[in-house]
């Protein structure tokens, strides 16, 4: 019988290989091991990140250093107790929220807790759990398979409160492999929203799948905030490169997660565009490659108030993506949803995961006038909250739908042919 992750989380696995956290388990060299439950709260709940095909890393944050034990159940159904490695630092970044029942970032000593889950077999699906006297956070992810099976991808951008919720749940409903967010993860000039509270809203995908990270510009949206709130929690993922870029494989794929706010897009010097021709290179090289994937913030196409009439990111940005095996480009930044064809790719914008929609005629009128090719390329626009999800087959070819946070209707879908 095949256990998925919703089983896991149910407990078809998880109540026979975890019952009984706090008594001895294997540890992850073999020696028996017995973890006590720590009298702490978790101030940011845990989430996994992509290593290597068979590495995965498990992050979460107390205000208290003290040691919280990791379970890690596999397809083999033991349980075995790791003991995070932990990094704690006094922090001056403040976000004050006006609800109670939004947990506010607070300055003070934080201590952020990893644990590096190694020797993992792709396409297998392993639960953890987080254990303390007071809570229990547990949750499981498919480590990403080889290229000869399916992947499921998940995109959102651009989450705010109250909204982010109802796509989170839609998008949890469709049982990701990955989730990609294409940044600005949260508004501190939103009153409602903070860190602390980014996390306690991520965890119904984050207790389903892995999550993968671009940096928006609203990361660096207060000071130290870029570097005490993005860089501590989300540094290192994946093939990590320079800036806040990242490399990670999903099944045929390879996607790239660039860095549209440290970098310049439109500066053929940087060391982002010497990375992102390596990476493609390589993947062109790689016959177990058959299409790569890209996600950045700020889209090079829109008609939102974001539209820009200057060609200069595209005449600097394309001559490096021309040729090689890239299908499909992922933006946020426009609260909207748009797709275009242009240059033999698909350009999704979708950046409304919950922040205050955008117009997505707002400039159409000065595009026909200056980019009437951009006009006639763009064949889906909408104005609603929600997500998109990216079906890749082992062959590359690629499923795209659009789904509504409202009820999770599908309202859109394309398709990309696999390529050759």
């Not at 989170?168 to 989730?179: F, H, I, K």
């Not at 990590?240 to 053929?268: I, K, N, Q």
């Not at 299409?291 to 595209?314: K, M, N, Q």
């Not at 980019?371 to 104005?383: G, L, Q, S, T």
């Amino acid at each position: 019988m095949s256990i998925s992750r919703r089983d896991v989380l149910r407990g078809i696995l998880g109540g026979a290989a975890l019952a009984g956290c706090g008594t001895p388990a294997a540890s992850g060299d073999g020696e028996d091991t017995d973890l006590a439950l720590p009298d702490v709260s978790l101030d940011k709940k845990p989430w996994v990140t992509i290593v290597s095909p068979t590495s995965m890393r498990l992050r979460f944050e107390t205000m208290a250093d003290v040691e919280v034990g990791v379970w890690l159940s596999g397809p083999d159904g033991k349980a075995r107790a790791f003991t995070p490695t932990r990094d704690a630092a006094e922090l001056v970044y403040e976000n004050p929220t006006l609800s109670d029942a939004i947990p506010a970032d607070v300055p003070g000593q934080h201590v952020r807790h990893e644990v590096i889950l190694d020797g993992l077999v792709p396409g297998e699906t392993y639960a953890w759990r987080v254990p303390t006297l007071s809570e229990t956070h547990e949750g499981a992810f498919r480590c990403p398979p080889a290229s000869d099976a399916p992947v499921r991808l998940g995109w959102m951008a651009d989450s705010m409160w109250p909204n982010t919720d109802a796509t989170l749940a839609v998008l949890s409903a469709q049982s990701p492999d990955v989730v990609m967010h294409g940044g600005d993860l949260q508004y501190s000039s939103n009153p409602s929203d903070t860190w602390s509270g980014f996390f306690a809203s991520l965890v119904p995908v984050t207790s389903l799948a892995p999550l993968q990270v671009a940096i928006g510009n609203h990361e660096l949206e207060k000071e130290t905030e870029l570097l005490e709130m993005f860089d501590r929690l989300f540094g290192e993922q994946g093939d990590s490169g320079p800036g806040y870029t990242h490399a990670f494989r999903a099944g045929s794929a390879l996607v790239l997660m660039l860095d549209s706010e440290t970098f310049s897009l439109s500066d053929d010097t940087s060391e982002q565009y010497a990375w992102l021709d390596a990476q493609l290179a390589a993947a062109d090289a790689d016959d177990t490659v058959k299409a790569v994937i890209l996600g950045w913030h700020r889209p090079l196409f829109t008609f939102s108030e974001h539209y820009h009439p200057d060609r200069v990111d595209e005449d600097v940005m394309l001559p490096h993506l021309l040729g090689h095996k890239v299908r499909l480009i992922l933006g946020g930044h426009s609260h909207s949803y748009e797709h275009f064809q242009l240059y033999g790719m698909d350009w999704v914008v979708d950046g409304a995961a919950g922040a205050l929609l955008y117009n997505v005629d707002f400039k159409l009128p000065d595009a026909t006038v200056a980019r009437p090719d951009v006009v006639a390329a763009r064949k889906f626009a909408e104005a609603e909250f929600g997500c998109t999800t990216v079906d890749v087959a082992p062959d590359g070819s690629m499923v795209v739908r659009r789904l509504h946070a409202s009820d999770g209707a599908e309202v859109y879908r394309f398709q990309i042919a696999a390529a050759g």
